[in-house]
């Protein structure tokens, strides 16, 4: 794999906790130049944490980025692996709030969002919500998480990948969509018995690396890697957003994409991600005038090809 893309390994200048309310505390990062130009990386999951992401994106001579663990996972606390964290306090709302916070807390005027996945759907309801707040906008992976979404992806799949479908459908077979399989998913993950937890978090994640395994380039076994309270969390919040259509009503991210009007946005899509099909990032640039969409041959989990791309984004933005 060529490294052209990617800058040297970088350390975090300063890290912290920032107190969101609700008994919850979020994890953050601060990387780069201290004069740069203001960033924040958004990871995705639900659930996955921010972990190592993004730190050989983002040049580190002309960008001051941050990263932070969304409520629940990473290093933020209380942690949903704890089956006693209240997930009534852990919607899409609090996490846009969380992220007004973070740039009230580090003095940011305006800032670019990147992020991939699950990201994507975060970024653009705050950018709805802040569009005076957002310099530029990168996503990956382009997802709404519209129920239409979350019905492809934990059902309609299943005709591509029949034997690992046959296997997670027999965790809850009354299920009869995505949306309801989550949600047995969920109510398993909110079981007092942590084997019971333990078998769902397993069963799911199973279910996930199947998705992305049959995809070029996939990467088989990426999410059944994550191992106790880190893999408890992923799938309780996962579940947790899924089951609730992450909290948004259907279809609200398109149909108010009028409000990112004069934010320059870059999306760059696998043509043949499964997990999600190309049409919900063609959808969105068909109702975002000013964003590009740049297809990838790639899956879900990209490429070298999409990262390249995202460099030329990221480069291309600095010098605006």
Same mark, same amino acid.
């Given at each position: 794999m060529t490294e052209a893309y990617r800058y040297p390994p970088i350390?975090?200048?300063?890290?912290?906790?920032?107190?969101?309310g609700d008994g919850n505390a979020i994890h953050w990062l601060e990387f780069g130049n201290p004069g740069g130009k203001p960033a924040l990386a958004v990871h995705g999951g639900p659930g996955s944490g921010t972990g190592n992401s993004w730190r050989r994106s983002f040049d580190p001579d002309r960008y001051r980025w941050f990263g932070f663990d969304q409520r629940g996972c990473g290093l933020s606390t209380?942690?949903?692996?704890?089956?006693?964290?209240?997930?009534?306090?852990?919607?899409?709302?609090?996490?846009i709030?969380?992220?007004?916070?973070?740039?009230?807390?580090?003095?940011?005027?305006?800032?670019?969002?990147?992020?991939?996945?699950?990201?994507?759907?975060?970024?653009?309801?705050?950018?709805?919500?802040?569009?005076?707040?957002?310099?530029?906008? %990168?996503?990956?992976?382009?997802?709404?998480?519209?129920?239409?979404?979350?019905?492809?992806?934990?059902?309609?799949?299943?005709?591509?990948?029949?034997?690992?479908?046959?296997?997670?459908?027999?965790?809850?077979?009354?299920?009869?969509?995505? %949306?309801?399989?989550?949600?047995?998913?969920?109510?398993?993950?909110?079981?007092?018995?942590?084997?019971?937890r333990a078998k769902a978090a397993a069963d799911w994640c199973a279910w996930e690396d199947a998705v992305i395994a049959h995809e070029i380039d996939g990467a088989p076994g990426s999410y059944s890697a994550r191992v106790d309270d880190?893999?408890?969390?992923?799938?309780? %919040?996962?579940?947790?957003?899924?089951?609730?259509?992450?909290?948004?009503?259907?279809?609200?991210?398109?149909?108010?994409?009028?409000?990112?009007?004069?934010?320059?946005?870059?999306?760059?899509?696998?043509?043949?991600?499964?997990?999600?099909?190309?049409?919900i990032a063609w959808d969105l640039a068909a109702a975002w005038p000013e964003a590009e969409l740049v297809v990838v041959d790639s899956g879900h989990t990209g490429n070298d090809q999409m990262r390249i791309e995202i460099r030329h984004a990221l480069d291309r933005f600095v010098t605006v």
């Open positions: 350390e975090p200048r300063s890290s912290g906790m920032l107190d969101v209380p942690h949903a692996s704890d089956p006693a964290t209240d997930m009534s306090v852990n919607t899409t709302q609090h996490l709030d969380d992220m007004e916070r973070l740039r009230e807390h580090f003095g940011v005027e305006k800032w670019l969002l990147m992020g991939g996945s699950w990201a994507s759907t975060l970024i653009l309801a705050y950018a709805e919500q802040h569009p005076e707040r957002v310099s530029e906008i %990168i996503l990956m992976g382009v997802t709404m998480t519209r129920r239409s979404e979350i019905n492809w992806l934990d059902w309609g799949v299943r005709q591509y990948i029949p034997a690992a479908f046959e296997r997670f459908h027999a965790v809850a077979p009354e299920a009869t969509n995505g %949306i309801e399989m989550a949600a047995a998913f969920n109510r398993l993950m909110e079981d007092p018995d942590p084997q019971v880190a893999r408890l969390a992923f799938v309780r %919040i996962c579940t947790h957003y899924f089951s609730n259509a992450a909290f948004l009503e259907e279809g609200v991210l398109l149909q108010e994409a009028g409000k990112l009007a004069g934010i320059p946005g870059v999306l760059i899509h696998g043509r043949l991600d499964l997990g999600g099909p190309l049409q």
